[in-house]
């Protein structure tokens, strides 16, 4: 069975950082790509960073970039997102996802085979 378990989402202040982890079980993980998504109530899931673990390329969206880094382990078959400089808009819950294959640029979440169930990250002002 496929399980994808997010962890490491909290209260932090602004400017502060976070470090999320996504730990995969049941599937090979350095032949997929997976991205960190996230949503808040009433808006559409965004994507936030993405993986390929077979060559460790990274996709990020002009709004994070510079501030979240997306890493893996696959020893580990985890990856994790290190939040850095966090404002309040970052506040939403965090999931990640996983796609079999690799890829060489951005995923949209349509392409995604397998969802964690979420962290919730909060940023206060």
């Known amino acids: 069975e496929v399980q994808l378990v997010e962890s490491g989402g909290g209260l932090v202040k602004a400017g502060g950082s976070l470090r999320l982890s996504c730990a995969a079980s049941?599937?090979?993980?350095?032949?997929?790509?997976i991205g960190w998504y996230r949503q808040v109530p009433g808006k559409e899931r965004a994507g936030v960073a993405c993986?390929?673990?077979?060559?460790?390329?990274?996709y990020y969206p002009d709004f994070v970039k510079g501030r979240f880094i997306i890493s893996s382990d696959n020893a580990k078959n985890t990856v994790y997102l290190q939040m850095n400089s966090l404002k309040p808009e970052d506040t939403a819950v965090y999931y990640c996802?996983?796609?079999?294959?690799?890829?060489?640029?951005?995923?949209?979440?349509?392409?995604?085979?397998?969802w964690g169930t979420g962290t919730q990250v909060t940023v206060s002002s």
């Open positions: 049941g599937f090979t993980f350095d032949d997929h790509t």
């Open positions: 993986i390929s673990s077979s060559d460790g390329s990274t």
């Open positions: 996802a996983a796609m079999e294959g690799s890829t060489t640029g951005w995923v949209p979440s349509y392409e995604y085979d397998y």
